[in-house]
């Protein structure tokens, strides 16, 4: 009856441990090509407009998410 219990708590553990979905990066291009035709992650500016409209993020978090992503 314990192994059955452990067996039973490992296999919940290994089920709750499983990754989520990722989100494609072709959805999120679409919609950084609706706000720029040529758009560069690598400027600033683009970057962090698109970090706003299609990942619904607040200036500060996409100003962060930008530098660290490398735009200038």
Known sequence: MRRFAVLIAAAFVMVSCSPAEEVTGSIHAKCAN??????????????VAVCIKCDRGSMTTCSTSCTLKGAQ
């Open 34 to 47: 609706e706000l720029f035709t040529s758009y560069n992650r690598k400027v600033m500016n683009q970057c």
